[in-house]
C-alpha cells in the first residue's frame, strides 16, 4: 500500500525558515518524480515543486521560486522542501504528491507563518 | 501559464441524479508525445484530494464507475451519472501538459440539494 507521511509544519514567524519531510513507502521511491502542493486555508490547490526521479531536475513555482528548495533523499525514501525567508501568504497544508500524474497524495502538514 | 477555469464553481445535485463539471484550459492540452495531460481530482471534507482521471478519461482503480471524463484538446468534462452521498466534496481539475507551472482549476464544490 502506497503511503505518504507528511511532517515538520509548525508555527514560525514572518521570516524565518522551515522544513518539512515526506516519508514514502509501498512503492519503488526512486522510479518516481515528486511534488509538493499547498492548500491556503478554505482555498484551492496550488502546485509548489516538482523534482525528477533522480534529484537532477527541480521545478519551483515563481511565488516560492528563490525561497524554497526541494531535494530528496533515496536511499531514506524521503522528500523534502526547505522553506525560507516565509510570509504570511505560505500558510496553507503542503501535501506531497507521487509521480507526475499526482496518483497518490499524503494527508498534508500544516505551516502557519505568523507572528 | 496555463488557466483552467471550472464551471459550474457550486452545483447542488439531488441524490440519484447526474452532475457535470466543465473544465476549460486557455491552451490545447495535447503534449508533442500525443497524450493529453489532463486530470480530475475529488477532495471530500476533512480529505486530502484524491485522483479520480487521468489522461482525460482513465478511470483510477477503485473509482467507481459512476465517473467518467471526457473531451479534448481545451475543452474537458467531468461526470457522475448517479450522484450518491460520498461524492459531496470539491472537485479539481489539473494540467500537466505545459508546465512549469502545472496548474489547478479552482475547484467546484458539489453539494447534495
Known amino acids: 500500500e502506497v503511503q505518504l507521511v507528511e511532517s515538520g509544519g509548525v508555527v514560525v514567524q514572518p521570516g524565518g525558515s522551515l522544513r518539512l519531510s515526506c516519508a514514502a513507502s509501498?512503492?519503488?521511491?526512486?522510479?518516481?518524480?515528486m511534488h509538493w502542493v499547498r492548500q491556503a486555508p478554505g482555498k484551492g490547490l496550488e502546485w509548489v515543486s516538482l523534482?525528477?526521479?533522480?534529484?537532477?531536475?527541480?521545478y519551483y513555482a515563481d511565488s516560492v521560486k528563490g525561497r524554497f528548495t526541494i531535494s530528496r533523499d533515496n536511499s531514506k525514501n524521503s522528500l523534502y522542501l526547505q522553506m525560507n525567508s516565509l510570509r504570511a501568504e505560505d500558510t496553507a497544508l503542503y501535501y506531497c504528491?507521487?509521480?507526475?500524474?499526482?496518483?497518490?497524495w499524503g494527508q498534508g502538514t500544516l505551516v502557519t507563518v505568523s507572528s | 501559464d496555463v488557466v483552467m477555469t471550472q464551471s459550474p464553481l457550486s452545483l447542488p445535485v439531488t441524490l440519484g441524479q447526474p452532475a457535470s463539471i466543465s473544465c476549460r484550459s486557455s491552451?490545447?492540452?495535447?503534449?508533442?508525445?500525443?497524450?493529453?495531460?489532463l486530470n480530475w481530482f475529488q477532495q471530500r471534507p476533512g480529505q486530502s484530494p484524491r485522483r479520480l482521471i487521468y489522461?482525460?478519461?482513465n478511470r483510477d482503480s477503485g473509482v467507481p464507475d459512476r465517473f467518467s471524463g471526457s473531451g479534448s484538446g481545451t475543452d474537458f468534462t467531468l461526470k457522475i451519472s448517479r450522484v450518491e452521498a460520498e461524492d459531496v466534496g470539491v472537485y479539481y481539475c489539473?494540467?500537466?501538459?505545459?508546465?512549469?507551472?502545472?496548474?489547478f482549476g479552482q475547484g467546484t464544490r458539489l453539494e447534495i440539494k
Open positions: 504528491a507521487k509521480g507526475e500524474q499526482f496518483d497518490y
Open positions: 509501498g512503492f519503488t521511491f526512486d522510479d518516481y518524480a
Open positions: 523534482i525528477s526521479w533522480d534529484g537532477g531536475s527541480t
Open positions: 491552451q490545447s492540452l495535447v503534449y508533442s508525445d500525443g497524450n493529453t495531460y
Open positions: 489522461k482525460v478519461s
Open positions: 489539473m494540467q500537466g501538459t505545459h508546465w512549469p507551472p502545472i496548474t
